[in-house]
């Protein structure tokens, strides 16, 4: 099994590098910025409440979880690196909703069953391992309660430029060389099968994207075999209450129906925030590819340092 907490930890000895291999920048206005554009997102497509208690797996330096953090009860960040959640400890000391955790393993097992009511993960699993991968969707199934939500994506082998992106790394890294976070690529029927697998319920698959695969599902409400609640109703509440703070007057059914159709809308016109995403995806590719490189170069470097230099032969002398 590969030492995921050690590959990330070497990839963020400092803050400008754990950035920059989380996001590919390294500019504090400009991680505000990015952040806030994915916690919106994620916002709408799992309908955060201010109640809602929410996790997200592979938090980094709080990119997100900093921007999403005053818009629910909690935000809890886990992720596999010390460095990193130190880090994100001081970009959050001052948001007292944030509870930073570094995990132990590849797993959730530090947190109790039925926690949160989001769990999440983007741009995550594209770095593990297809066990990993699944551990991680099954144990944010436990974690959540029922009726809680999930979100998570990782590239699609089967979209055009997730598959020229397989190649580029087919190319980059012959057999024996490829280094531990090396891209990792899933189909759109593997990542259904493993929701379904986990015992998510309404698992929807938007796999319309040049490179990215993105899964939603609910954790079914009761045991018993009560069917979960529609996430449409999820979207309808938000929209009929985003309707009555808007106007003191009670919202007709008509203006209802024109928000819930805006709020459905939302969910399924994700083209936006997918190219953003699938153009910070490229930025990051070529940051760790240029990392590769350089930790090539500087191997070869201690390696020429480490060989014995041979004494000067003397010379035979001639009979």
């Known amino acids: 099994m590969k030492d995921y907490k050690a590959i990330w930890n070497n990839l963020s000895t400092t803050f400008a590098d754990a950035s920059f291999y989380v996001c590919c920048i390294g500019d504090e206005d400009e991680i505000r910025r990015n952040g ?97 991968m699944f551990t991680y969707i099954a144990e944010a199934y436990r974690v959540l309660k029922p009726g809680g939500r999930a979100y998570f994506d990782t590239y699609n082998v089967l979209a055009p430029e997730g598959w020229e992106e397989f190649l580029k790394v087919l190319r980059s890294f012959p057999p024996g060389s490829r280094p531990g976070h090396v891209s990792q690529f899933s189909t759109p029927q593997e990542l259904h099968k493993f929701m379904d697998a986990a ?49 003191s007057a009670r919202p007709t059914a008509q203006d209802a129906a024109t928000s819930v159709a805006a709020v459905l809308a939302a969910q399924t016109a994700t083209a936006d925030y997918v190219a953003r995403l699938e153009a910070e995806v490229a930025r990051k590719n070529a940051a760790i590819a240029d990392l590769e490189r350089r930790v090539r170069v500087r191997e070869a470097q201690l390696v020429a340092a480490r060989r014995p230099r041979l004494p000067w032969r003397r010379a035979k002398s001639r009979r």
Not at 36 to 41: D, K, S
Not at 207 to 231: F, S, W
């Open 36 to 132: 806030a554009t994915t916690a919106e997102f994620l916002r709408q497509a799992l309908v955060i409440d201010p109640t809602d208690k929410v996790l997200e797996i592979g938090c980094g330096v709080a990119r997100i979880g900093r921007e999403l953090a005053p818009h629910c009860a909690e935000w809890h960040g886990a992720d596999i690196s010390g460095n990193m959640i130190a880090y994100a400890r001081e970009r959050t000391a001052d948001i007292p909703s944030v509870f930073l955790h570094e995990l132990p393993d590849n797993s959730l097992r530090i947190f109790p069953d039925d926690s949160f009511d989001c769990v999440y993960s983007t741009i995550v699993f594209m770095h593990l391992d297809k066990l990993e």
């Open 199 to 247: 015992g998510f319920a309404q698992v929807r698959i938007d796999d319309q994207n040049r490179q990215l695969v993105l899964a939603l599902g609910v954790k079914p409400v009761a045991p018993n075999g009560e069917a979960p609640r529609p996430l449409a109703e999820f979207w309808a509440e938000a929209a009929a209450a985003d309707l009555a703070l808007q106007s």
